[in-house]
């Protein structure tokens, strides 16, 4: 199957792959025109498939000048069906885009692109809240060092073959200029959540003296990511909501991913948007010739739906994100708590109070990860700490999710049969719905098996807890794969627990309660909660 686009149309046909002097020119495939009248072409430009079994031999060619391997040799089998096709698809092209749900897969999906595109420089665009799972996903998945760019001051930057730069669309303003002027050779360009780069203003007119029209670019988010997407070799977007509101959302995005290739916004909104003037100005609301839209896009994206992934989702997936210090909240009022818990000697307490101290200051992150989620119809469940900083977050989810999404917000102040109640509507819901409560009053007993999320807050800190709080999603009878997230602000008591019980855990398991009970016994061995404890303690 090959695939021609000549700037206006996608023709698709079904011709001989062992074309005579054809050769890959780095954005796809060069063909001989004689060989191509054949066929009934004119372009020049092709792109063809390959087959999914080239990703592991892909993998196995990535290493770095040293010899070094890229990435681990688990990888090669790691990969599940729709990455490898999406890896797959976008070979040969300089700007593709990956469209997936939460929790598919796209950061190491992105990282293998990377290594793909054999541009020596890397570069990760992010909201500011993931770049610590990007960095995680680095370090997990490849033999490569993260460095993240942020802030306004000491914009400086060593360029190394060996490292991906994360950034964040949030701080693009300020590190466009200073990559632009630096970076000495070609370099390989992630986006992630591209949504957010969907502002089509990316220049104002300024009438001259001489009564021409300049056009000058704004200093806004999407205007420097268009000049770093414009400078780069190739390009790769990410997201789970490639179409936030409108259809006019998505031709920023692919003018971001090929740029030129998609001509300017108004042509492209008369074209597919149902553009028209209604006497104030243009209407840009609409839709029209979807047909020719989707089958252009057929060219430059691959699109996976939550229903295509999860039969080949394992059971249960771990993830550890970090939060840096500047993306997590101030604290909700723990001074006196911890002054008070410290007093009376009791290391139990101490910790337990350190930790919901910790849990207060991911609420930013939490409320936005729940809306990703909510987006793309999965079901979440929020365990965090005590009852006050519960309704508080509660309430932050609550405003900014959209109508029709069911919530419900409980914790140990619900009666044992209220919570019952909620837990049937909740199990009982179809599509999207929120869930927020304590980790002390639904990590036990309680089941909870149709989630797609579990955000982990608070964090359970000895074997006993993290089995019984995972085991309200991952249990015999469980209807859907899960993702059990646990969040790590940084430079908090949520690093020692990381560091001590975390980081034994194996990123996938099964089920079965007695199969769980026995992955994480064996992670800990004949350690107790007093051992860990005052393990965790020593390092504070």
Not at 342 to 351: E, I, Q, V
Not at 383 to 407: H, N, Q, Y
């Amino acid at each position: 199957m090959f695939v021609w686009i000549d700037g206006r149309t996608v023709v698709q046909k079904n011709i001989n792959c062992d074309i005579p002097g054809m050769w890959n020119r780095g954005n796809g495939w060069k063909i001989p025109k004689n060989a191509l009248r054949t066929v009934g072409l004119s372009s020049k430009i092709v792109s063809f498939q390959i087959r999914p079994g080239r990703i592991r031999q892909i993998i196995q060619e990535t290493q770095k000048t040293t010899g070094e391997r890229v990435f681990p040799e688990w990888m090669e089998n790691y990969l599940m069906p729709h990455q490898a096709k999406a890896l797959v698809e976008s070979y040969g092209h300089t700007g593709f885009s990956f469209w997936a749900p939460p929790g598919s897969g796209k950061t190491l999906t992105g990282l293998v692109w990377l290594e793909m595109s054999h541009c020596p420089y890397k570069i990760v665009v992010t909201k500011a809240a993931a770049r610590g799972t990007w960095k995680e996903e680095i370090r997990r998945c490849t033999t490569r060092q993260p460095v993240v760019l942020k802030g306004k001051k000491d914009l400086q930057v060593e360029w190394d073959p060996d490292v991906i730069y994360i950034t964040a669309w949030e701080t693009l303003i300020n590190w466009v200029p200073h990559i632009l002027k630096t970076i000495p050779d070609k370099y390989a360009l992630v986006f992630d959540e591209i949504h957010q780069g969907k502002n089509r203003k990316r220049v104002k007119p300024v009438l001259q003296k001489s009564g021409k029209t300049k056009f000058v670019p704004l200093k806004n988010m999407t205007a420097n990511a268009r000049r770093l997407a414009d400078k780069s070799h190739t390009r790769l977007g990410l997201t789970a909501t490639p179409i936030p509101n409108r259809l006019q959302d998505l031709w920023a995005q692919l003018d971001l991913i090929e740029p030129w290739a998609w001509g300017g916004f108004h042509k492209w909104a008369e074209k597919y948007c149902a553009a028209f003037q209604n006497g104030y100005g243009w209407d840009y609301t609409g839709t029209s010739n979807l047909d020719e839209l989707k089958e252009r896009l057929e060219y430059s994206k691959y699109k996976t739906s939550q229903a295509a992934i999860s039969s080949n989702l394992p059971d249960k997936r771990r993830q550890i994100v970090y939060l840096d210090h500047d993306e997590q909240n101030a604290p909700g009022g723990f001074k006196n708590d911890i002054k008070q818990a410290a007093k009376t000697g009791d290391k139990g307490h101490l910790f337990e109070t350190l930790l919901q101290e910790a849990a207060s200051r991911k609420r930013q992150y939490i409320v936005e990860r729940v809306l990703e989620a909510v987006a793309s119809k999965q079901k979440v469940v929020v365990f965090t700490g005590r009852r006050k900083d519960c309704e508080v977050l509660g309430a932050a989810i609550d405003r900014k999710l959209p109508s029709g999404v069911p919530m419900w917000c409980a914790h140990g102040g619900a009666s044992s049969i209220e919570r019952d109640a909620i837990r049937k509507d909740y199990m009982e819901t179809g599509g999207g719905a929120v869930l927020v409560g304590t980790g002390h009053a639904w990590g036990e007993s309680i089941n909870l098996q149709d989630t797609d999320l579990a955000l982990f807050v608070m964090l359970p800190w000895t074997p006993r807890d993290i089995r019984q709080w995972e085991g309200r999603f991952c249990r015999l009878g469980q209807k859907r794969p899960v993702l059990v997230s646990y969040v790590i602000a940084e430079g908090t008591v949520d690093e020692q627990v990381a560091d001590v019980l975390l980081a034994k855990l194996p990123a996938v398991g099964k089920v079965a309660e007695d199969a769980q009970a026995v992955e994480i016994e064996e992670a800990f061995g004949a350690e107790d909660g007093s051992t860990l404890l005052n393990r965790i303690a020593s390092l504070l």
